[in-house]
């Protein structure tokens, strides 16, 4: 990797329940493909479901994955198999801020409510918040939170990455 | 106070935005009147809008706030003037979840970003939370978040404290 | 409480092990009795040990003690009998930062390794430390840390409260 | 990186001052070198000084270094110029407690307060923490923390992993 190749990877941040359904999981694991495949570095929980799906594809597009674990030790016992640099924060539920810090753009994928906190905390830190088949978030006035809804991983990882124009 | 009334005291977490309309400023300080005359403490993040009106409410209701302030010095400084014990915590947004943990109960008021990061850990916690005028959030398969919605303080304050039957 | 009293009650926070020898459980009870006879408020990390030794103190000296605890919910359960107000803050190991970023002095008794994490950061944040029988810390230059050394309770408070003059 | 590769790398985290004497800049540069030799991922705080060197250690070295930087953004602008992987956390000084746990060992060179929590941490979670012109700690009965001393970057690195026998 040589230094210009330093500089300009793009990290970007997948989120999503441990518990995921089949569908949700192939979403994932499609969307951590194409993420790999665009050269980008993901950085995700580490734990099972979506974040299982996302980093088996990131292997797949031969990319790397980083898993911010909870625990303080064994980072690769609490790991899925797929994460290749699995590493302990010891922040507990907290970890979730650093997930989402992570990344220039945010992916959040089916999700239960970590990955609700996680959206709060991107969207309050003005990150580009990308939504596939996950929370539908209204505000006291109906008005939408500030996530780009996508229909796809193409699209997702696209409007992420912005090569598609989203609309806020 | 004496033993009982120490082990008795209910603390509930009241959240919401820093920038409050005039409406929502006046739901929170109703609302932080009638936790105080229930005899609650009332923890919330010690800034401005929905948390400094909970915290005038409190006062006029003769009860106790805490606020758990982002900053590592001068939490006074910090904090509205209307916040009894103000806590520096030096864990910035992170204090997010501190700030929801230590309720038996969360009520959110209207809310920004850092409002809707508090609402999924206090759900993720299994917390008791009601809405008041707040996000309205749907998860992929459009089920509603496990929150209770009330439609006045009164009827938040009862919700949270389970004086009413509330449906989840 | 009346305003004036609200603005003046300075916090100070109380570290120290969870395991401690009668005579360190003795030194940390009677500086939470001296520190609530001066009207300050105690904040500490509410478990057994030193924490339980301070709250006793401050419950005898009729004062106010916070215990910040680890988890996130049934802060009641997880503290000491003593604490007046439990909370939780479901920061585990994290919530060291809001234990010594809340009082405007840090007093050590005895100590372990959270202990020590806490002295870090209380002068990283540049608060006023003051050790009773704790961790010795001296830079790889030889130089002592910026402690002020305290012998008794009353010496400590008195450092703690710049009623003494300290030299660092 | 084949599978084997990925399970087997270890990682290591160093700490120390962002303000370095040239000697401790050194010194840190070596130690980086030959973590980065041995095939270690190293994990840092991101920043300038003892940070800064060990990352020009590990460049050197052909090795990969992760940091860890406070903000929530742009962490490619706060981190220092050889940093591999920059990641935001969104942590502020919290962030020392992810520093540290993410590796099977810690070495610590020279040191500030935020290092010294770093110190508290590690031996908190039961690390390998090995010393290398840092702070000298004896606890209140006068007996050594539970960290190794090394006097070159060599043996702080076969300590930390190992290759030598430590006394604890």
Not at 32 to 45: F, H, M, N, P, Q
Not at 67 to 86: F, H, I, K, Q, W
Not at 129 to 153: C, F, N, S, Y
Request: hydrophobic share 40%; glycine share 16%.
């Amino acid at each position: 990797m040589n230094d210009k190749g330093r500089e300009t990877r793009r990290i970007v941040s997948v989120i999503g329940t441990s518990t995921a359904t089949p569908e949700l999981y192939q979403l994932a694991r499609e969307t951590g493909r194409l993420l790999a495949e665009r050269g980008c570095v993901v950085v995700c929980g580490g734990r099972g479901g979506v974040m299982e799906g996302v980093c088996l594809g990131v292997r797949e597009g031969g990319g790397l994955s980083i898993g911010l674990l909870p625990g303080s030790r064994d980072a690769r016992g609490e790991a899925n198999p797929y994460v290749d640099l699995p590493l302990a924060t010891g922040l507990g539920e907290v970890r979730n801020v650093a997930v989402v810090s992570a990344g220039c753009a945010v992916i959040s994928i089916g999700g239960a409510y970590g990955t609700l906190s996680e959206l709060g905390f991107a969207m309050r830190q003005g990150k580009r918040v990308v939504g596939l088949d996950t929370w539908r978030i209204r505000d006291e006035k109906d008005q939408p939170a500030a996530m780009l809804e996508a229909h796809t991983p193409l699209e997702a990882v696209e409007l992420a990455l912005e090569e598609l124009e989203g609309t806020r």
